[in-house]
């Protein structure tokens, strides 16, 4: 099953976009600790058993998650308020969800769902991760249709408005459908975090690299990148580290006018409709182990 982590990706970016911080992401913002305490509410203390009624609930955690942290932080704070006010609103989140469990009629309602809690598929079938998982399809559906509004609500409101985007109504769409997905994924395999906070900038990498070639064109210009995602140090003004080595000898390979990315950008952004074409097993210099390389093709 690949569905959660681009679904919790897409979520993200558009997240990012429309608080205009790098930092919302959906377990940043809470709305994924609110999520399994909206499936946990509805399962252990409404009964429910239903894939999209526990889906429903799960998308209601996260709705609430997200008005909580717009009332606490406002839509464009800066990025320490939103960080302390999606943490504060995670922890209770989360200790809600464990008091839950723990006031449970079951005994047993903590152990069933630990390793569930924790980000996993366990106990759910095929069937029931696919009927859950379509409302969190359909949600990244129209979340892609808002890209280009959401590029320009990402360069501020006053820009989206001048070219006829509503950022308040876009922003109010984007939190909904944004508590839809989450909620959705949540509810069939826990709460997953990292993913969601990675692959958007994984993504953006691209469609930034990618932009960047097509401005270059009429200028006679062909642009070549490489792309990884790995450990970086920050020395002083010069950022430096394996990844960013990685990266360079990735771009050695590729051609005029290609995007080279490794094995794990393309995993990242597995479903994003981000699409490559493999470039065979390569040798970096000065990097261990053979790398497998993808040219991005759209």
């Known amino acids: 099953m690949t569905l959660p982590p681009p679904v919790l990706g897409m979520t ?42 526990l889906a429903a609930c799960g998308a209601a955690g996260a ?71 379509i409302p969190a399809a359909i949600a990244c559906g129209l979340l892609a249709s808002r890209s280009k509004a959401l590029d320009m609500m990402a360069l501020g409101d006053d820009v989206a408005a001048s070219v006829g985007h509503r950022p308040r109504r876009l922003a109010v769409e984007v939190v909904a459908l944004s508590a839809i997905a989450v909620g959705a994924c949540v509810s069939v395999c826990g709460a997953i975090a990292f993913v969601g906070l990675i692959a958007p900038y994984a993504a953006r990498a691209i469609t930034c690299a990618q932009e960047i070639a097509l401005s270059a064109k009429p200028l006679g210009l062909d642009i070549r990148a490489g792309l990884h995602t790995g450990e970086v140090e920050l020395r002083g003004d010069d950022i430096t580290g ?57």
């Open 63 to 133: 709705a609430l998650a997200l008005a909580a942290l717009f009332a606490i932080a406002g839509r464009r704070s800066e990025t320490a308020t939103l960080l302390l006010a999606g943490i504060a609103i995670a922890l209770a989140a989360g200790a809600g969800a464990s008091l839950l469990l723990a006031l449970a009629p079951s005994p047993f309602a903590f152990y069933d769902s630990f390793e569930w809690l924790m980000g996993s598929f366990v106990d759910r079938s095929l069937p029931q991760a696919a009927a859950a998982l």
């Open 12 to 53: 993200g970016a558009a997240l990012q976009a429309t608080f205009a911080n790098p930092l919302a992401s959906p377990d940043i913002t809470g709305s994924s600790s609110g999520a399994a305490l909206g499936a946990v509410a509805g399962s252990y203390w409404l009964g429910i058993t239903g894939p999209l009624a």
């Open 242 to 298: 394996l990844g960013v080595v990685i990266a360079r000898r990735v771009c050695d390979h590729a051609a005029a006018d290609e995007l080279l990315a490794s094995r794990t950008v393309k995993d990242l952004v597995i479903g994003s409709g981000i699409g490559f074409v493999d470039r065979g097993v390569h040798t970096l210099k000065g990097v261990p182990d053979d790398w497998q390389l993808y040219a991005v093709s759209s």
